[in-house]
C-alpha cells in the first residue's frame, strides 16, 4: 500500500474533508464512493489496492465505516492532527444542521422540498455506481475473484441483516486463501509496500485497552448513579461500539437505547432520522440530533456535544488499535491472498447496496433513472467534480418534482 511521498498538512487536510462534509450525500457506501474519487483517482494520495484494503479493514471493524476511512486517510496524509482534522471536516457541517433541525431549523416542506431530497438520494446511485464500475474492473480481474464478488453480494441480497455484511467479508477472506494465491494476475497484485500508519503498537494497545475499558465499564458507572449524563454517553457509546458497517445500521440500536426508555419520542426520532439522511456527511450524526432533543439534561447543545463524541469515540479506538497491527500482517503471503478475497468481497458489498437501499429507494420511474444516469455520465466520462453532480441530482429531483406534481 502507498500514499503520497509528500506529507501534507493538517490543514489541508481539514479543508478538503470540510469540501467533502458539505458535498458527501447518499450514506456510507456513497461517501466510499466520495472518498476514492478524491484520494484515488484525483489527488492519488493511495492506490487502489491500498484504497480498498482499507476500506475491508473499516467494513470489518465495529463503527462509523466511512468515517473511519475518512479518519485513516487523514491520519496517514498528516498525522494524529490530520486525523483529526479529517474527522472535524467531515463531521462537522451535517452536525451543525442537526443541531439546526434540533432546534427547529431546516425542515423541508411542499413538493420542492421533496424534490430537493429525492433529487440529493439520486447522487448517490450515480457515486455508487461510479465507485462499483472502477473498482470492479481493478480488483476483480479474473474469474476466481469476480466468482467471490457476485458470491458475496448474493449473500447480502438475500440475508438482508447486518451481520450477512461480516459474513461476506469473512467469505472473501476464507476464499481468497483458497482460490487467489496464484490467481492471475492485476495490475494491483504487487508488493504492497510500507503503509505509513504514525501509531506505534503501544499507541494502539492502549486504544484498545480504552475502548475494552469504557464498553464494560460504562453500564457499571451507570448502575452506581452517574447521573443523566453519563447514562447518555453509555446509550452513544455502546451503540457506536456494537454496530458493524456503520451508517442506517445503528438506526435501530440507537432507536431501543433512546425510545424505549422514553427519552426520545418516536416522531421526534423518525423526523431526525429524515433529517439525517437529507443533509451530507456521516449518518452517524443523527447522535447529535438525539442528543439536543432527549429528555434527560443536558440536551440542547451540550447533548449534542456528548452525542457526537460517545457515538464515534469507540470506532476511532478501535481503529487506532488496529492499524499499527494491519501492515505487518498484510505482508504475508496468505495475508495478501485473503485480503485479494477480501477486496473482491467488499466490491460484491458496494454491489449489493447499489442496488438495495440505494436503488430500491431511489429509482422509481423513468425520470429517476435519467438523473442518476446523467450524475454517472458526468462522474464516470465527464469526470465532473462531485459537488456539480449534486447540484445537478438536485435541480433534476426538484424538476421531477415539480413535473410530476
Known amino acids: 500500500m502507498t500514499i503520497a511521498k509528500r506529507a501534507g498538512s493538517p490543514f489541508e487536510v481539514l479543508l478538503i474533508f470540510l469540501k467533502l462534509g458539505l458535498s458527501c450525500f447518499g450514506g456510507p457506501i456513497a461517501h466510499i464512493g466520495y472518498f476514492r474519487d478524491e484520494f484515488v483517482v484525483r489527488r492519488r494520495w493511495l492506490d487502489e489496492q491500498a484504497y480498498a484494503d482499507l476500506v475491508a479493514l473499516c467494513q470489518f471493524l465495529p463503527g462509523p465505516a466511512s468515517s473511519q476511512v475518512g479518519f485513516s486517510v487523514g491520519l496517514m496524509r498528516a498525522g494524529y492532527l490530520g486525523g483529526a ?14 443541531v439546526l433541525f434540533a432546534y427547529g431549523a431546516g425542515n423541508l416542506h411542499g413538493a420542492i422540498g421533496a424534490g430537493l431530497l429525492h ?4 447522487v448517490a446511485v450515480a457515486i455508487v455506481a461510479q465507485a462499483v464500475w472502477g473498482m470492479a474492473r481493478t480488483l476483480c480481474p479474473d ?4 466468482s467471490i464478488a457476485v458470491i458475496a453480494s448474493l449473500i447480502i441480497l438475500f440475508s438482508g441483516t447486518s451481520i450477512a455484511q461480516i459474513g461476506a467479508i469473512v467469505f472473501g477472506a476464507v476464499a481468497g486463501l483458497w482460490l487467489c494465491r496464484n490467481g492471475q494476475p492485476s495490475e494491483l497484485d504487487h508488493d504492497p509496500g510500507h503503509v505509513v500508519v504514525p501509531v506505534s503498537r503501544r499507541v494502539g494497545i492502549a486504544a484498545l485497552i480504552v475502548f475494552f475499558t ?7 458507572l451507570r448502575n452506581l448513579g452517574t447521573g443523566s449524563a453519563g447514562a447518555l454517553f453509555d446509550a452513544f457509546y455502546r451503540s457506536g461500539a456494537l454496530v458493524f458497517g456503520g451508517g442506517h445500521v445503528v438506526l435501530p440500536l440507537l432507536r ?9 419520542s418516536d416522531d421526534a426520532f423518525l423526523a431526525g432520522y429524515g433529517a439525517a439522511q437529507a443533509v451530507p456527511g456521516p449518518l452517524f450524526t443523527f447522535a447529535v440530533y438525539l442528543g439536543a432533543v432527549a429528555n434527560p439534561s443536558p440536551h440542547g447543545l451540550p447533548g449534542a456535544v456528548l452525542g457526537l463524541i460517545g457515538i464515534f469515540l469507540p470506532g476511532i479506538l478501535v481503529l487506532l488499535g488496529t492499524l499499527p497491527f494491519w501492515d505487518a500482517l498484510r505482508k504475508r503471503t496468505g495475508a495478501q491472498a485473503m485480503m485479494r478475497g477480501v477486496n473482491a468481497a467488499v466490491v460484491g458489498l458496494l454491489g449489493a447496496a447499489l442496488y438495495n437501499p440505494v436503488w430500491t429507494s431511489s429509482v422509481q420511474a423513468p425520470g429517476d433513472f435519467a438523473v442518476a444516469l446523467v450524475g454517472f455520465v458526468l462522474l464516470t466520462v465527464w469526470r465532473a467534480p462531485p459537488l456539480l453532480v449534486v447540484v445537478v441530482s438536485a435541480i433534476g429531483g426538484v424538476l421531477l418534482a415539480l413535473f410530476n406534481g
Open 85 to 98: 482534522a479529517a474527522w472535524t471536516g467531515f463531521t462537522l457541517p451535517s452536525a451543525i444542521l442537526l
Open 119 to 122: 433529487g440529493l438520494k439520486l
Open 143 to 146: 474469474r476466481e475473484r469476480a
Open 214 to 220: 469504557l464498553l464494560a465499564g460504562l453500564p457499571f
Open 256 to 264: 431501543e437505547a433512546f425510545v424505549t426508555p422514553g427519552w426520545v
